[in-house]
């Protein structure tokens, strides 16, 4: 009898500031830094067939979900939706690796724990270039702080204790791979100060006050982007970049206050079956 | 201006098997071992007013809520109303102390991380010895497998990625105080194989399996329970005791199918603020 698909959401993750700590595995390889994840994500379901990926009905190439299922020693179709738009900063490799992770081990029986499936996420997206802080922190949930780099059980995350409305706008692409593969030295300098007082005082308002002035300290920051945050700062709210994207992530009704059209979420839990009333 | 109060809802732990691991400090003592969390729980609401705690409907005490609230520094109203018996072994101390960290933060505006607040509960429970590992589940999720005694950030925490229906029943009262403040040796020594071979196979069925074993061999399984776990097993389903309460959690619909009368539940995911829709 083949057994019934499984299906899995995880949260797509916007990072507001990081510092990369690159080792010679990528287990322990990652960022420090913080971000949100939200109820807007990836939704994943896992059923018996030759290895495939479709993306909102579209065949893909996801490198970490191919490593994923390499590693699971699995032939699995996966078929994915996502909420928020792919290479804009919302670690949708990440995720989909994760939710590929979760619903192949149930379906197929494997026997993993959540730290060893969400290392394997982790390290096919950190193989790939595509991610360095995303899987850790969309298993975590919330507004996680990553204070310790590195896959999961290896890495530690605090988190701040506020789930709220937030608001984003994406403009287009910014090619990840690029940014994470050249020097990050300024990057990591921003991003370790950062760190120190988003621990000092772990508040959303915090958060986004510091990702700003990390935005603009790293180099990151486009003058486009620059200009939608004077906008709703000038409207009484509080926006930043999401790293690595052409994409402003507002606190509450921060882009609407400032008269943009955007999109709203809000911060969400951790990831979840979403088949899980069946029995 | 009266800040609306704050509402938070914290799933029900029940234990399985565990290890006793006392140290000279609250914050480093705790048990390994692993358990269920429930989307049956407890939904704590914070607001101003002389400090006070009522639960469903009749005012109690629960020493760690007053060491939550007296090391945020603030007097709160605390409302709790709870899914589960108190007593039977659900972590309900536990789930009232990091529900009032989590929501009096929020409300005060103490600026403390999930961590730390955590921690407090933690502690909380500890020094009253109404309980050692349901804090940190609780922060946790799902079916959480603690590897590492401790609170928050010191105890590491691991996970069964599946979430199923379970039923379970209780037929009464068991002082917890009791059984912790005496000799654990012999639990903690079956614990600790219990651990291993959980991590071994981390899946629910492993769990059921093993934590019956562990209930057995501790000393712990009473004559009556024994006999529900046998009529499960003769079902064709699995069944075990929840630590430490008169109580029996089934695996799926197992008690049902024996023909006992249970409550339904799932497994949960975390604590979330019930008001999150709010801005």
């Known amino acids: 009898m083949v057994p019934d698909p499984v299906t899995v959401f995880v949260p797509a993750h916007v990072t507001g500031f990081f510092a990369v700590y690159r080792k010679s595995e990528a287990r322990t390889t990652g960022s420090t830094g913080a971000g949100v994840t939200l109820t807007d994500g990836v939704t994943v379901t896992v059923s018996a067939g030759e ?75 950190i193989e790939a ?19 310790r780099a590195g896959g999961p059980g290896i890495g530690r995350i605090d988190g701040i204790p506020d789930r709220r409305r937030i608001e984003y706008l994406t403009l287009g692409d910014l090619d990840t791979r690029e940014v994470l593969a050249g020097d990050t030295s300024a990057i990591t300098a921003a991003g370790e100060s950062a760190l120190d007082e988003l621990r000092e005082t772990p508040t959303l308002e915090q958060f986004w006050r510091i990702s700003k002035r990390f935005a603009r300290e790293s180099g990151l920051l486009t003058s486009e982007l620059h200009s939608i945050i004077d906008a709703v700062e000038t409207a009484g709210g509080q926006a930043t970049m999401g790293m690595l994207g052409e994409t402003v992530i507002a606190l509450e009704t921060g882009l609407t206050d400032a008269g943009y059209d955007a999109v709203t979420t809000r911060i969400a839990n951790g990831p979840r079956f979403v088949d899980d009333d069946r029995i």
């Open 51 to 125: 290895r495939s990926l479709v993306l909102d009905g579209s065949a893909v190439e996801i490198p970490a979900v191919d490593s994923v299922l390499g590693e699971l020693a699995v032939d699995a179709q996966v078929e994915a939706s996502s909420d928020v738009p792919l290479g804009s900063g919302f670690g949708v490799s990440g995720a989909v690796a994760l939710g590929t992770a979760f619903a192949a081990n149930r379906y197929f029986g494997c026997e993993r724990s959540e730290e060893e499936l969400a290392m394997l996420a982790h390290v096919g997206d």
């Open 129 to 147: 270039n595509t991610g360095l802080g995303d899987v850790v922190s969309q298993l975590h949930g919330g507004a996680p702080i990553r204070y």
